[in-house]
């Protein structure tokens, strides 16, 4: 800021000037002019400071400035009473102006503390620092000004008017120091300045009670005053919005020690001698400490009942989901035991199906505002005497406190169709799927009822079903998935696994020009495991990325071997399954990379194989096929035509190979849509410009229509089965075929 540093300068300049004052003569026509000077230039300063920083509340400090023009009118005419007339009327017209500036400076104070957040609990604090320090001032101030017997009644009551406006100067500085929110620089300068002021009275009203020293002492004080309030018009702060914090239901160390230090003021006053022995004083004190006590007291009543508020509101938030609205997990599980003891419940677990897709890709705003809309229709098709709760990211629960197993299952039907109903969010048009889990029944805890749920969902995600009920056979099943996972690892560091080659022809030359790797496991008591049993298990528990690479870098290194032992004879390629985890890991071309250089395959040689549900939701599957495909791999599509959007995948993911599914080969040979469909894909594949392998050719009649259609990659038993050693040497099936042709 253009006069950011103004306020620093402001303080330097105005501490030396009262230090100069102070060195000089007092009461001298300099020091008096010095001290008038820096009185007015603070007027000066407050007014400088309104005009540059533009304060949205600008009355609280025309009232400081206000208060000062009074203060320095007052010094001015004690000067002329002193200096001119030769004169010390006790009071004088200076007293009239001094006192009037007090009233002044309250009703700034009161401003700045209207500004500032306020509570039952904050006020109480201040009043325990006003009655501690008011104590402390009527002890050895008040008392003393109003016991003495030399004065008139005016003299009388103007003595004890300077204390009593210093006491609500108090009261004021205790609120300000108890408040809540944070202070910005200027307040605190602010209330050092009322602070300064303050030691000043008190210092000219104390030290002709016990003394007769001068109270010269006291000017600097006074002008130190000024300064810093100068200073705080002039901080750039001084035009903050005022704070809006809370801290009263905050017990710290250093509240504790101000109320701790604030109850014991009481007694230790009476260890002073001329208190003990004074009827007054003991009175002050008994008076005092009593209305210390009663405050400490409904501070700490007022501690408990803020505790106990927020304990409450944190039992409500812990009970409640703060996105949907619904009961939460905890509830949840509370309201199930509840309705194990008294009767028959069951519950539906709802899982979404893709659900992180939306995250990923829209965003988590939109996202969460799908969330709930569907947690309004869940809440629209549940009874109402149910509970329905989200203890879950993407997961729902009903509860049904007493129902048998035919009402749970119609109502997770109504939620299915219900849910299957397109959500528009964000300006999408979004389907979520939704698999349903039931359990229910009696002799079970909660937990176990939620696990069998648990388990319920996830078959019924893994099946394809809507709904699906927990029986024992699902944990029997999913035991064995974690017992053939256990085996699965032991495989791995046993070397238990073997890759092995099945021939892809090209015609009408029909030479082998490529294999495509495929794993078997060799188990030692379980015999060879169909990769249909142990691949899914794979795939669940992560060991797929461990196992997926293993094959990749074996294959590397066969085909690597083939091409310098067999030369012309050797496949052109291999292809290599790659799985969606594998896919989803963000270094998996490095890896593929990898493999390469250390089998010294040439990337042209690879192939990478992917399924259409593998890259379907795209994200990091479709950039690690565009980093495969910009170091040379290929890229093969497999199952191509089975899924739901294969064509589409064809425009976002990098394609150099369809492989046509065994389907749509099965019956190409009979007249039919399964012949059109091949056809039609070969017309897909080859417009594309892109090479088509029709898979599962089991006969010389399926060949021999493929061959027609346009097929010229052919791959099945009836070129060869699966084996670790190919033989590439020119089939009998082959030559048939090519002499044929």
């Known amino acids: 800021m253009r006069h950011g ?5 402001w303080l330097a300049a105005g501490v030396a000037a009262t230090a100069g004052h102070y060195v000089l003569p007092a009461s001298s026509t300099t020091a008096n002019l010095v001290y008038d000077v820096i009185g007015a230039m603070t007027v000066v300063a407050i007014l400088v400071g309104l005009r540059l920083r533009r304060p949205d509340r600008p009355a609280m400090w025309r009232w400081f400035a206000a208060g000062q023009v009074t203060f320095v009118l007052g010094d001015i005419t004690w000067e002329i009473y002193e200096n001119v007339l030769h004169l010390s009327p006790y009071p004088s017209l200076a007293d009239a102006f001094y006192l009037s500036s007090y009233p002044m400076f309250v ?4 401003l700045l503390v209207r500004q500032r ?25 008040l008392h003393p000004v109003a016991a003495d017997s030399g004065q008139t009644f005016v003299e009388h009551v103007v003595t004890i008017a300077y204390p009593v406006a210093d006491v609500l100067l108090l009261a004021l500085l205790a609120r300000l120091f108890t408040s809540g929110g944070a202070r910005t620089l200027s307040v605190h300068l602010l209330v050092l300045g009322t602070t300064l002021q303050l030691a000043g009275d008190t210092a000219f009203s104390v030290i002709p009670l016990y003394s007769d020293a001068s109270t010269h002492p006291t000017d600097p004080i006074f002008l130190l005053s000024y300064v810093v309030w100068g200073a705080a018009a002039l901080h750039p702060s001084m035009a903050a919005p005022p704070a809006s914090g809370r801290v009263s239901a905050r017990v710290g160390r250093g509240r504790l020690l101000l109320f701790g230090s604030c109850s014991l003021l009481a007694p230790a006053l009476l260890v002073v001698p001329h208190i003990g022995t004074d009827p007054v004083g003991r009175l002050s004190v008994a008076i005092g400490a009593t209305a210390l006590i009663l405050l400490v007291i409904a501070r700490m009543a007022g501690f408990v009942f803020e505790v106990r508020r927020q304990s409450a509101e944190l039992t409500r938030a812990a009970m409640s989901d703060a996105l949907t609205g619904l009961a939460s997990r905890r509830r949840f599980e ?3 035991g509840d309705a194990l003891d008294a009767g028959r419940p069951q519950m539906l677990l709802l899982g979404l199906n893709g659900f992180k897709n939306v995250n990923d890709e829209l965003g988590r705003p939109i996202g969460d505002r799908v969330l709930g809309l569907l947690a309004e229709r869940v809440r629209a098709v549940a009874p109402e005497s149910s509970v329905v709760a989200r203890i879950g990211g993407d997961e729902f629960a009903v509860l049904l406190a007493d129902a048998d197993a035919d009402a749970a299952r119609a109502l997770a039907a109504s939620l299915t169709v219900t849910l299957s109903a397109p959500v528009v969010a964000g300006g999408h048009e979004l389907y979520i799927g939704v698999a349903i889990g039931l359990a229910g029944g ?8 939620m696990r069998q749920a648990e388990s319920a969902m996830y078959a019924a995600k893994q099946t394809g079903e809507p709904v699906r009920r927990w029986s024992p056979a699902l944990d029997e099943r999913a035991g064995e998935f974690v017992r053939l996972g256990a085996e699965i690892r032991a495989a791995l560091d046993n070397d238990q696994f073997r890759v092995v080659y099945q021939p892809i022809v090209e015609l009408p030359a029909a ?13 030692p008591v379980r015999g060879l495991v169909s990769p249909a049993a142990f691949i899914p298990v794979a795939e669940r528990n992560g060991l797929i990325v461990e196992l997926g690479e293993w094959i990749l870098r074996t294959a590397c ?45 040439p990337a042209s040689c690879l192939a990478v194989e992917v399924t259409e549900t593998a890259v379907f939701e795209g994200g990091q599957a479709v950039v690690a096929l565009h980093e495969l495909r910009a170091l040379g791999v290929r890229i093969a599509l497999d199952d191509f035509g089975t899924g739901h959007s294969s064509l589409g995948l064809l425009q976002t993911v990098p394609v150099d190979i369809l492989k046509v599914d065994k389907s749509f080969v099965d019956n190409v040979t009979a007249a039919g849509r399964h012949a059109v469909i091949a056809e039609a894909l070969y017309q897909v594949s080859s417009g594309l410009g892109l090479a088509a392998v029709a898979e599962g050719v089991e006969t010389a009649e399926q060949a021999e229509a493929l061959y027609k259609v346009g097929y010229r990659l052919l791959q099945g038993y009836h070129y060869g089965r699966p084996v670790a050693d190919p033989d590439f040497a020119l089939p009998a099936a082959m030559s048939e075929f090519r002499t044929h042709v």
């Open 334 to 336: 509370v309201e199930l």
């Open 107 to 110: 009703v700034g104070l009161l």
């Open 557 to 601: 290194r066969q085909l690597a071997d083939w091409r310098a032992t067999l030369g012309e004879l050797a496949p052109d390629r291999v292809s290599v399954n790659v799985s969606a985890r594998q896919l989803a890991r963000p270094h998996f071309a490095a890896t593929v990379a990898a493999a390469l250089a250390d089998s010294g395959l």
């Open 117 to 141: 957040s306020s509570s039952l609990g904050d006020l109480i604090d201040s009043a325990i620092v006003a009655t501690s320090l008011a104590l402390v001032f009527w002890i050895f101030v």
């Open 5 to 9: 540093r103004l306020w620093i300068w």
């Open 511 to 523: 030479r082998v020009a490529a294999v495509e790797a495929l794993v078997r496991w060799e188990h």
């Open 442 to 449: 009696t002799g079970v805890s909660a937990v176990e009822v």
